[in-house]
């Protein structure tokens, strides 16, 4: 029992890490690269709570609605949702799409305490 609490903990802290790091470089490319920020969630959730300069396409038309920006490939893009899963899928679809710099931030709140 004792060692699947360490193993528990460790997998915990190892997860925290990987997001903090995660929203960390979010942060670094919109500072220095001037990242576009595109909040994935719904537009419900992005009209209580978002980045400032976020722009709201939610995960799933991501890759319908993206080509509107009018972004270059070479754009970089910080996407980010509630937990970095739904992120994840939109930095998949925008990286089938050619996009090269697409970054996933993680969560909004994970976003918010790495904050510059």
Do not use: H
Not at 16 to 41: H, N
Request: charged fraction near 20%; charge should be neutral.
């Amino acid at each position: 029992m004792f060692r699947s609490l360490i193993a528990i903990v460790m997998l915990l802290c190892s997860t925290l890490t990987l997001a903090s790091e995660r929203a960390t470089e979010a942060w670094r490319q919109i500072d220095r690269a001037e990242a576009v920020i595109i909040d994935v969630r719904s537009p419900g959730e992005y009209a209580q709570a978002r980045l400032k300069g976020a722009i709201n396409i939610p995960y799933d038309v991501i890759g319908q609605e993206i080509g509107q920006l009018g972004l270059a490939k070479d754009q970089p893009i910080v996407v980010y949702c509630r937990s970095g899963r739904r992120s994840g899928i939109a930095q998949e679809v925008l990286q089938s799409q050619g996009f090269n710099r697409v970054f996933n931030g993680g969560g909004l709140q994970e976003m918010l305490e790495s904050e510059r």
